[in-house]
Nanobody, 123 residues
């Protein structure tokens, strides 16, 4: 069973930093990829950053140079260091894990979500 648990959200002033973490509470094989999405009220859920099992990162343009994603693939844990936070970074941040397995020649995709953690950037 996969359960993604996020931690580290909170209130921070503009220009400040936060670190979010996500961990799989079960003992599952390494996910193909993990990432962080965020959703502000009335907005769509957007990809913030992702990272593969091999540690290859991807960043959305609006966070590039400010956020750094990292991962322990063997443990299915992931973190994101968020620096130089702006009020527009305020959102609920969700941990996501996705990929596919192949059993008896059949590909089965998976897509797991955490419950989300609130990040508020305000003075």
């Amino acid at each position: 069973q996969v359960q993604l648990v996020e931690s580290g959200g909170g209130l921070v002033q503009p220009g400040g930093s936060l670190r979010l973490s996500c961990a799989d509470s079960g003992r599952n094989p390494s996910f193909d990829a993990m990432g962080w999405f965020r959703q502000a009220p009335g907005q769509q859920r957007d990809l913030v950053a992702s990272i593969t099992t091999r540690g290859r990162p991807y960043y959305a343009g609006f966070v590039k140079g400010r956020f750094t994603i990292s991962r322990d693939g063997a443990k299915n844990t992931m973190s994101i260091q968020m620096n130089s936070l702006k009020p527009e970074d305020t959102a609920v941040y969700y941990c996501n894990a996705w990929g596919a397995t192949v059993t008896d020649g059949k590909r089965n995709g998976y897509d797991y979500w955490g419950q989300g953690t609130q990040v508020t950037v305000s003075s």
